[in-house]
């Protein structure tokens, strides 16, 4: 079995606009830590799997969309780690599946589909009830793995790089790595969350949630960017592709299509509006997902790679 690299490499990024502008762009290699339960979704997972074990469950059950990458991590890592795993799919079974969900089932997943209404109420006690009914007892993973757990294993992108960063950037979807971050940070640097949909006011408040349940505090020193969302999650434009296929040809690093390509291309466009102080330490988180442009290349998307 292919062990997890912990810790993740650290990777001095170098372009000649960094060194104009005067700033140092270091990236996190979690894409690296496995090639099936990368990036955020191993630190979510990681303390979740040894807490389930623990508790002696034999299952696992968690929730999300036909192109998740917690769905996907979430197989890899039952199949990987003897587990049994229930994925629950908000919305109709589709005639043909998503390559995500392909692969879910292949790694033995069972997957239940739900209509977006009953989706809604996923965490009512008597549809879980029904849950437990249909599938036996299960260890419940909140959507995109994000409880307390997750942040402790999210923490340790910090431990692992210290915290000598003026500004850290992550991609932001529930918030629950960026709330790890927050509470491993406790109030220094600055936090950068990328987000992929245009308004989501209540992500805020979740991060907020988050780190209250996990630490006791909340934090001030993070903001949410939402200026580079190339119009929300299963949107890319040709710009953003090919963006995608020079950062690569120039780091030797793959971005996956939904989180860290426009995250680094809002990041890119910042440095260039010189937004950041000659100085400036950046850590940029690459979050992995790359199992992502299965989907793209699914809907024959323009791509090159
Ligand atoms: C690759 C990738 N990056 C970032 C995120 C966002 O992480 P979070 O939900 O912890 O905000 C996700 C979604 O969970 C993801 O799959």
Redesign the pocket.
């Known amino acids: 079995m292919h062990s997890p690299i912990e810790p993740s490499p650290l990777q001095l990024l170098r372009d000649e606009v960094y060194t104009e502008r005067g700033v140092e762009v270091y990236m996190k290699r979690d894409d690296m830590i496995h090639p099936l339960i990368q ?3 191993w630190r ?1 997972l990681k303390y979740n799997l040894e807490a389930a074990r623990a508790a002696g469950y034999r299952r696992l059950l968690t929730f999300g969309g036909y192109y ?3 769905l996907y991590a979430t197989a890899a890592a039952a199949s990987l780690y003897g587990f049994e795993a229930v994925g629950v799919v908000r919305g109709e079974e589709p005639a043909a599946l998503s390559h995500t969900l392909q692969f879910a089932r292949s790694r033995g997943m069972r997957l239940k589909f739900v209509s977006r209404a009953a989706y809604e109420q996923r965490y009512d006690v008597s549809f879980l009830e029904m849950l437990r009914d249909t599938y036996g007892d299960f260890y419940l993973l909140p959507d ?3 409880n307390a757990l ?1 942040l402790r294993g ?1 923490g340790e992108i910090i431990s692992e790089t210290g915290s000598g960063f003026d500004v850290v950037c ?10 790890g971050i927050a509470c491993a940070l406790n109030g220094s640097s600055r936090i950068i ?1 990328f987000s992929p949909l245009r308004g989501n006011p209540a992500l805020v408040e979740e991060i907020n949630r988050l780190t209250r349940e996990y630490s006791g505090c909340t934090y001030s020193n993070f903001t949410i960017c939402n200026d580079f969302t190339f119009g929300g999650y299963a949107r890319w434009t040709d710009a953003l592709i090919d963006f995608v296929v020079s950062f690569e040809a120039k780091h030797g690093i793959l971005l ?1 299509p ?3 390509s426009k995250m680094m291309y809002g990041i890119n466009t910042m440095i260039r509006e010189g937004k950041f102080a000659r100085g400036t330490r950046l850590l940029c988180i690459h ?3 790359l199992q ?1 442009w299965g989907g793209v290349k699914q809907e024959k998307v323009k791509w090159s790679g």
């Open positions: 990036g955020n979704k979510k998740s990458n917690h995109g793995g994000s997750a999210a992550v991609p932001c979807g529930t918030g629950g790595t960026l709330a969350g996956d939904i989180y860290t979050t992995g997902g992502g």
